[in-house]
């Protein structure tokens, strides 16, 4: 089962790539005039899909709101339906960091259903320093649950968005993306680890590096939140439109799309505290690549058909790269 959930994000990763590349091969005929097709709607939310008028009707009948209620209700409104993807990570991941917890250092168990999950997707491990790789997986398992519990709180009380849509494809997918990657997160605890063992916690130095990396990376994630938060309101933060402008500051001063980055950088910190060896978290890390570099492409490319006087010498993802 390892192996499977290794070749799973492989392939994810794969898509993804493939994805950025069409989508690169059809820009000139984008640039020539060409409608949306079913491809570039399903790759395209929010701003991204904001030629409306040029989709089909049948293409919208698959569209959710990014936020929800009546126009009323949804104008300034800080909330919207990405919300629901951290709100399913807090839980689940919460959850499966409590029978970790547990199960290590409370000599205790939650449901048996979860018991089999985990000794079906977990392997044996062959190193003698089972107690070692619990923990970093214990570690990753929290920094996710805090990243999930940070991104849902600046959804609810930083973020302004705007009235995009969603596709129900990536809606329904960004939902199983966070039960599945705290599952992959699980699966790195040894399934021949002793239930209720005192566990020695031996913090190693690839565990400070990875730390120190993903508190660094969230910092800069939050502040280029809070920057195009601000964008839409005034001095005394309240929202006055819901608009799109240009951001400036930290890393949007050489990326239009560092929120992007900075969440590749906390995916790269937390195989880092696995150890550097972790094949399966390696996927995980390229699908995270793969998939924002897409999502940053587009985004890229609306700030500059939007603004004549967009900087040219940011890149759309990867500072100086790409």
């Known amino acids: 089962m390892p192996a499977v959930l290794g070749l799973l994000w492989a392939l994810l990763a794969a898509a993804f790539l493939a994805a ?46 990014k936020r929800w209620g009546t126009e009323e209700q949804r104008n300034f409104s800080h909330t919207e339906w ?22 290590r250092f409370l000599r205790g168990s939650l449901s048996s259903w979860l018991q089999h999950l985990h000794h079906a997707l977990s392997r044996a491990s062959q190193n003698e320093d089972i107690e070692s790789e619990c923990f970093s997986a214990l570690l990753v398992l929290l920094l996710l649950w805090l990243h999930s519990f940070r991104r849902l709180a600046e959804c609810l009380c930083t973020s302004v968005f705007s009235n995009g849509v969603l596709h129900i494809v990536q809606y329904c997918f960004g939902l199983g993306y966070y039960i599945t990657v705290g599952l992959t997160v699980l699966c790195q605890v040894p399934s021949n680890f002793r239930s209720g063992e005192e566990l020695s916690v031996q913090i190693c130095w690839y565990h400070i590096i990875g730390i120190v990396m993903y508190i660094w990376a969230s910092l800069h994630q939050h502040r280029c939140l809070v920057i195009l938060a601000n964008l839409r309101k005034s001095k005394s933060g309240k929202v ?10 930290d890393w949007f001063e050489r990326v239009s799309c560092p929120h992007y980055f900075a969440e590749l950088l906390i995916y790269v910190s937390m195989a880092i505290t696995l150890g550097f060896h972790n094949v399966t978290w390696w996927f995980v890390v390229m699908y995270v690549l793969f998939s924002q570099a897409l999502t940053a492409v587009l985004c890229h490319e609306f700030y500059q058909n939007r603004f004549s006087s967009y900087p040219k010498h940011r890149k759309a993802f990867i500072p100086f790269v790409f």
């Open 240 to 249: 006055v439109n819901l608009s799109h402008s240009i951001p400036f500051g």
């Open 20 to 65: 950025l590349l069409l989508e690169q091969a059809q820009a000139q005929a984008r640039r020539s005039g060409g409608g949306v097709g079913f491809f570039q709607d399903l790759i395209r939310y929010g701003k991204t899909k904001s030629d409306c008028e040029q989709r089909p009707a049948w293409l919208r009948l698959f569209d959710v709101p």
């Open 82 to 103: 990405f919300t629901h993807f951290y709100v399913v990570s807090v839980l689940w991941n919460g959850f499966l960091l409590i029978w970790l917890i547990q199960a």
